[in-house]
Antibody
């Protein structure tokens, strides 16, 4: 079955950096686009970033553009989110998710359990 | 960016009730609309994709409809396990955007 396991969350000071990882199994990772979505405490869902299955294109929410980078390593079945210049409003649970359909650009299918990032001095 | 306006933001209902949640897009999004269910402390779960297609394993009491800019999620007979928060999502063009969420509470 599909499994997505995020890691790398923690407490970081404003202006700092953090790299999140999401290890995937149960599907052919190299043929799926991957997303990151976040949820601030007590708030709704916010889509953050997407990379196409072959990394030919990446897309970002305006709120993170220029600060966050999504990339995937198909040899390790892992997608990453490099987060730089972190701000307090980046505090959230971060989820990774795969695209529902391979080689596509569409809705999110399976989700991981999330990892908490807290930006605080 | 396309804005997704979801209503109501919360509703109170009883087991067996029929409930309808609405999502309005700020521009036409064809059939690029999905619905997710999220329970407290858990990741969201895909219920419906492409407006009306039920994800594998989702009970048939869930249904979706609509086109263009107006979409609905209907639960025909609310069950105890359905008390949760529901989100719509468009995947028409980047950036993807979610509705604000609808919390379905016990009356």
């Amino acid at each position: 079955q599909v499994q997505l396991l995020e890691s790398g969350g923690g407490v970081v000071q404003p202006g700092g950096s953090l790299r999140l990882s999401c290890a995937a199994s149960g599907f052919t990772f190299s043929t799926y686009g991957m997303h990151w979505v976040r949820q601030a405490p007590g708030k709704g869902l916010e889509w953050v970033a997407f990379t196409r299955y072959d990394e030919s294109n990446q897309y970002y929410a305006d709120s993170v553009k220029g600060r966050f980078t999504i990339f995937k390593d198909n040899s390790k079945n892992t997608v990453y989110l490099q987060m730089n210049s972190l701000r307090e409003d980046d505090t959230a649970v971060y989820y990774c998710a795969n695209d529902r359909v391979p080689k596509s650009f569409g809705e999110l299918g399976y989700w991981g359990q999330g990892t908490l990032v807290t930006v605080s001095s | 960016a396309i804005q997704m306006t979801q209503s109501p933001s919360s509703l109170s209902a009883s087991v067996g009730d029929r409930i309808i949640i609405t999502c309005r897009a700020s521009q036409h999004i064809r059939d690029d609309l999905a619905w997710y269910q999220q329970k407290p402390g858990k990741a969201p779960n895909l219920l419906i994709y492409s407006v009306s297609n039920l994800q594998n394993g989702v009970p048939s009491r869930f249904s979706g409809s609509g086109s263009g800019t107006e979409f609905t999620l209907t639960i025909s007979s609310l069950q105890p396990e359905d008390f949760a928060t529901y989100y719509c999502l468009h995947d028409h063009i980047h950036p993807w955007t979610f509705g604000q969420g609808t919390e379905v509470e016990v009356k």
